[in-house]
């Protein structure tokens, strides 16, 4: 088995007031675009949905992490979370030559903090998994395997959270304007 364990925690300021920040963000089925690598396969409910971590490791691995997760939004707080919450059967675990595929665990906190007519969000975001070794590198030692794994998994959640914020920043400017005064809580 692979171990796959990666987090992240990062610090925006985002363009906008909280209000606004925070009503953009809490559309899951809006921001899910936004999250490189993580595609939407299912949704239970608007709220509850099956999501799948999709990437091409060292150009010969295709690697499949699905997760359910559900959204929690306290307005209250200005906090979004997406938590890990099954729904129906996990997937199985399997692997073939040049793939591996398993049922894991994604997380994620968003929490938003008013400074004058910006925010700060402060994103934290993590993966888990365990994953059946594809057949081309069952002989890899658990230790070497793992220790690759952590390298790769690390990278990919920076890579994920950077790319979620760097894309949303791009559209919230113009989404807060589409929405006017319409856009607050």
């Given amino acids: ?5 990666g987090q992240t925690q990062m610090t925006f300021t985002l363009p906008t007031d909280v209000t606004t920040a925070f009503n953009f963000y809490r559309d899951v089925n809006r921001i899910l675009p ?4 993580i595609q939407l396969v299912q949704a239970h409910s608007e709220q509850h949905l099956r999501v799948c971590y999709v990437s091409r490791e060292l150009n010969a691995y295709d690697v499949m992490i699905y997760c359910d997760v559900q959204t929690e939004v306290d ?11 099954s729904a129906g059967l996990p997937v199985a675990a ?5 793939a591996t595929s398993a049922y ?4 994620s906190t968003s929490v938003f903090y008013p400074e004058g007519d910006q925010t700060r969000l402060e994103y934290h975001l993590e993966l888990a998994a365990e ?3 594809p057949w081309a590198i069952k002989f890899v030692p658990d230790s070497i395997m793992n220790a690759i794994a952590h390298s790769i998994t690390n990278h990919r959640i920076h890579e994920i959270a950077h790319g ?3 894309h949303s920043m791009a559209d919230i400017s113009a989404w ?3 929405q006017g005064d319409s856009g607050r809580v």
């Fill in 131 to 133: 994953l059946p070794k």
């Fill in 1 to 5: 088995m692979i171990t796959i364990f």
């Fill in 34 to 37: 936004y999250l490189p690598r």
């Fill in 176 to 178: 807060a304007l589409q």
């Fill in 75 to 85: 307005p209250e707080k200005y906090t979004i979370r997406l938590a890990s919450q």
């Fill in 104 to 107: 894991g665990r994604y997380n």
């Fill in 94 to 98: 399997k692997s073939s030559f040049h």
């Fill in 164 to 166: 979620f914020i760097t």
